[in-house]
């Protein structure tokens, strides 16, 4: 599932977490691309797909996020990641 955002953030979830994407931070570096290609495909629509990626190995994708592009949280907490 996939949701725009005012500011051109767009969410995804799998019913536990949601990944923030902010594209205007993004520096397109792949580098989630390539930690995490079942889940971060550039060549599909949403690019980001939750179901494919276990929670644990999302979280610790996304933290790797060099630009900040990429944050998450726990639905049922929404503390950031
Ligand atoms: S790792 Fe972050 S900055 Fe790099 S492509 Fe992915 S979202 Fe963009």
Same mark, same amino acid.
């Given at each position: 599932m996939a949701q725009e955002q005012k500011d051109n953030s767009r969410e995804f979830t799998n019913g536990e977490i949601t990944i923030v994407w902010r594209p205007l931070r993004c520096?397109?570096? @792949?580098h989630c691309v390539k930690g995490l290609r079942a889940v971060f495909? &550039?060549? @599909?629509? &949403?690019?980001?797909?939750?179901?494919?990626?276990a929670t644990e190995e999302i979280i610790e994708q996304v933290r790797q996020c060099p630009s900040g592009a990429l944050s998450c949280f726990y639905n049922d907490q929404k503390v950031k990641r």
């Open positions: 520096q397109f570096s @792949t495909d &550039p060549h @599909t629509e &949403p690019w980001i797909n939750m179901q494919n990626g």
